[in-house]
C-alpha cells in the first residue's frame, strides 16, 4: 500500500483491445481500494498534457513503455518519460518481429545503457507472438 501509480492510455485504437478502458478503470479501482494511489490519463502519450499529468505524480521507481510500437513513438515515450524514472526504465515488445519498439529498444541499450535484461518467453509453437521485456538500470 502506499504506491503511487500513473497510467497513460490511448484505449480501444490501433493495438488497443475492445473494451480496454473499462478494464482499466476496473485496474484502477482495484489498487486504489487496496490503498495506492492510482490514476489514468486517456490520450496520447506524445501529447504534452499527459506528460505533464505522469510529471505530477514523478518520479517513479519504474518507468514501464509500452506505447504505440512505433519506432517514433518508443523513442518519444523514452525522450519523455525515462528522465521521470529513478530505478528502471521497462519497454515491452523488444524482442518482437512485428513491432519496430524492438529496433528502438536495441538503438537505446546500445548507446546508452550498460546495465539491462531481456525476458524472452517461449514462444516457438506460435512464433508471432515474440514479444519480450525489456528492463534497464539508471
Known amino acids: 500500500p502506499g504506491a503511487r501509480i ?3 492510455d490511448l484505449p480501444n485504437v490501433q493495438t ?6 473499462l478494464r482499466l478503470n476496473d485496474a484502477i479501482g482495484v489498487l486504489n481500494g487496496m490503498g495506492h494511489e ?6 496520447d502519450s506524445t501529447h504534452a498534457d499527459a ?7 514523478g518520479p517513479y521507481d519504474l518507468v514501464f513503455i ?5 519506432y517514433e513513438g518508443c523513442m518519444a515515450d523514452y ?7 529513478r530505478k ?3 519497454f515491452h515488445d523488444v ?8 529496433k528502438a529498444w536495441a538503438d537505446i541499450i546500445a548507446t546508452k545503457h550498460q546495465h539491462t535484461i531481456s525476458v524472452i518467453a517461449d514462444t516457438s509453437a506460435q512464433p508471432q507472438k515474440l514479444m519480450g521485456i525489456g528492463v534497464m538500470l539508471i
Open 66 to 70: 509500452d506505447g504505440d510500437h512505433s
Open 88 to 90: 528502471y526504465i521497462a
Open 79 to 85: 525522450t519523455n518519460y525515462g528522465p521521470m524514472a
Open 38 to 43: 492510482a490514476a489514468v490519463h486517456y490520450g
Open 6 to 8: 500513473a497510467s497513460i
Open 95 to 102: 524482442a518482437s518481429t512485428i513491432w519496430p519498439c524492438a
Open 51 to 57: 506528460i505533464t499529468f505522469a510529471s505530477a505524480y
Open 16 to 21: 488497443g483491445r475492445e473494451g480496454s478502458q
